[in-house]
Structure formats: structure tokens, C-alpha cells
């Protein structure tokens, strides 16, 4: 198992900047992906950055140019930069992790989340 805590998330005003953290425990050897998503009221949790242990990013298009997505190995932890917020950035976002799953064929890959933190921006 894998346990995701996730950190950083606060209220802010348009134009500023929060940094969250995941840090990830448990059984750690094998994720290959770890990535940010956000749920904002009342809508469907969708995928703001993802990167791969090879170093493969994805964003959004909401979140490219201006947030970053980096992992650090030797912490197990994924961070997410996010500068020039918008009050539609405002959601709980929440700490994704993908590894190896319990069978090959049929169930190949395990999805691990995080508590979530809410980001809230403010005009």
C-alpha cells in the first residue's frame, strides 16, 4: 500500500503563487506516475499535471505556463507550483499515484489518492 499526504494548500489572492507537496510512504518502490488533480465545487475531479518516474510531464491545458509539476526521488515527493492563480483555480486538489496492480492481465495498474487540500483563490 501507499500512503499520500498532501500539504500547501491555503487561500490567496488572483496573481499569487502556492506550492503544494505530496509525500508519499508505504510501499513506494514501483510507482511509475504521480500526479495533481483538482475537484472544484460541485464539478468532476480532473487532472491538472501528471510525471512519470522518466521524467515524461503532462499538463492541462488550464495549468500550462503557469504551474510546474516536479518529483523528488529521494523524498517521494511531488510537488506542484502553481503562479499567476485564478479564482477559477479554486478547488480541493488532490495527490495521485500510479503503480504496479495485482494482476498483469487483468488489474495492471493501482490507483493511490490523497486526503486532498483546498486551494482557494480569491478575486
Known amino acids: 500500500q501507499v500512503q499520500l499526504v498532501e500539504s500547501g494548500g491555503d487561500l490567496v489572492q488572483a496573481g499569487g503563487s502556492l506550492r503544494l507537496s505530496c509525500s508519499a510512504s508505504?510501499?513506494?518502490?514501483?510507482?511509475?506516475?504521480m500526479g495533481w488533480y483538482r475537484q472544484p465545487p460541485g464539478k468532476q475531479r480532473v487532472l491538472v499535471a501528471s510525471?512519470?518516474?522518466?521524467?515524461?510531464?503532462t499538463y492541462a491545458d488550464s495549468a500550462r505556463g503557469r504551474f510546474a509539476i516536479s518529483w523528488d526521488n529521494a523524498k517521494n515527493t511531488v510537488y506542484l507550483q502553481m503562479n499567476s492563480l485564478k479564482p477559477e483555480d479554486t478547488a480541493v486538489y488532490y495527490c495521485?499515484?500510479?503503480?504496479?496492480?495485482?494482476?498483469?492481465?487483468?488489474?495492471?495498474?493501482?490507483?493511490?489518492w490523497g486526503q486532498g487540500t483546498q486551494v482557494t483563490v480569491s478575486s
Open positions: 510525471i512519470t518516474n522518466g521524467g515524461h510531464i
Open positions: 508505504g510501499v513506494v518502490f514501483g510507482i511509475f506516475t
Open positions: 495521485n499515484a500510479e503503480g504496479p496492480g495485482p494482476d498483469l492481465a487483468t488489474a495492471p495498474v493501482r490507483y493511490y
